[in-house]
């Protein structure tokens, strides 16, 4: 998909926050939503997606929520970094497809990094809902605090 282009509000993170999709939920309040991605890069990828804006991507979103999303991403990398201790935290946001962009909803992937593992874009393949499940009940308690 080209980088500009028309907000489709039935892409999968619209129906997330509207509830018509499930997610393995770490945090949400009015501004942002906070999940586990499905087909991870690394154990731990979380998701930051801004739950007020209609955009597909950084050019289209407004300051306002592009910074409750920036804070709220930043207050993710230090959950991650503190639960999990990885040796680094990378944090990718991609615009358009020839970005590596697969979903057009402006979000934010926060990754933790163990050394010795290959970084890689896109994931080879879909997580395991068990360890999932098993990881969302460990961090969402670290989340209650933001």
């Known amino acids: ?17 509207r509830g018509d999709m499930p997610c393995y939920k770490l ?3 009015d501004d942002v939503l906070v999940f586990l991605d499905l087909f991870p890069q690394a154990y731990g990828h979380t998701l ?11 050019l289209e979103i407004d300051a306002d929520n592009l910074a409750r999303l920036a804070l709220a ?18 944090v990718a946001q991609f615009n358009g497809a020839p ?17 010795g593992e290959n970084l890689q874009i896109h ?12 990881l969302q009940a460990r961090l969402v308690p670290r989340f209650q605090d933001l």
């Open 27 to 29: 945090y949400e309040d």
């Open 48 to 58: 930051v997606i801004p739950k007020r804006a209609a955009a597909r991507n950084i």
């Open 73 to 90: 991403v930043q207050k993710v990398a230090r959950v991650l970094a503190d639960e999990l201790q990885p040796d680094g935290v990378q």
């Open 1 to 17: 998909m080209s980088l500009y282009g028309d907000y489709d509000p039935q892409n999968i993170f619209a129906q997330i926050i």
């Open 99 to 115: 970005a590596g962009q697969t979903v057009y909803h402006i979000h934010v992937h926060v990754i933790p990094r163990f050394s």
């Open 123 to 134: 994931a080879s393949g879909k997580a395991d809902p068990a360890e999932l499940e098993k």
